[in-house]
């Protein structure tokens, strides 16, 4: 039988220090991802009485709801990233308070770009088509960043047909207003 050589354990030691740091480096993003309703939009929900709230971990604050990015990937055209809250929206008081949840927000980016998540717990579906402006999207898997700069949050008409179906008032069509995004690893 051969022995080793000093050589030869060198470089298995440092294939095992590589594969070892590859995949500690492979960090989970963190970031956030900001809702901003238009004006237009917040005046037609409030004439409406429709109230909209970030909810489980969510901060919302006037018109801008904040959701932490809580995963996903970056790539060099592309991201998904999960975030962590949702939106409540909620129309009525006492025993007539109707209420629709959209939670688990998975954020698309690149030449697609959407925003999907679960109605009321059940599928995921997409909410929102994400349309952003030219140079408005970078990703870059070397450094580890994706970033999206004020993308319109357009409705998909179904969602939007079946959150007014839930809360019995009918919901703005078409686009709601503005998101940021920024997340890196």
């Known amino acids: 039988m051969r022995r080793a050589t000093p050589s030869l354990l060198g470089v298995l030691a440092l294939l095992l220090v590589s594969a070892v740091s590859a995949s500690a480096g492979a960090a989970e993003p963190t970031g956030n991802a ?3 309703i238009s004006a237009a939009k917040a ?4 004439e409406r009485e429709i109230g909209v709230e970030g909810i489980r971990g969510a901060e919302s604050e006037g018109r801008e709801t904040r959701l932490q990015v809580g995963g996903g990937t970056i790539g060099a055209a592309s991201a998904t990233l999960a975030t962590e809250g949702g939106l409540r929206f909620a129309v009525g008081d006492g025993k007539a308070r109707r209420v629709a949840r959209l939670t688990g927000f998975v954020v698309e980016l690149g030449p697609d770009a959407r925003l999907s998540a679960r109605l009321n717990g059940g599928k995921r579906r997409t909410v929102f088509e994400l349309v952003s402006r030219p140079g408005g999207f970078v990703s870059d898997a070397a450094k580890g960043i994706a ?4 993308a319109r949050l357009i409705w998909r008409r ?4 079946a959150l ?11 686009p709601l207003g503005r998101i940021r995004v920024s997340a890196a690893t």
């Not at 005046?43 to 409030?46: E, I, S, W, Y």
């Open 147 to 150: 970033q999206l700069h004020g």
């Open 164 to 174: 007014s179906r839930r809360l019995g008032a009918n919901v703005p069509r078409g």
């Open 43 to 46: 005046r037609l929900l409030a």
């Open 158 to 161: 179904s969602v939007a047909r």
């Open 34 to 36: 900001t809702l901003v």
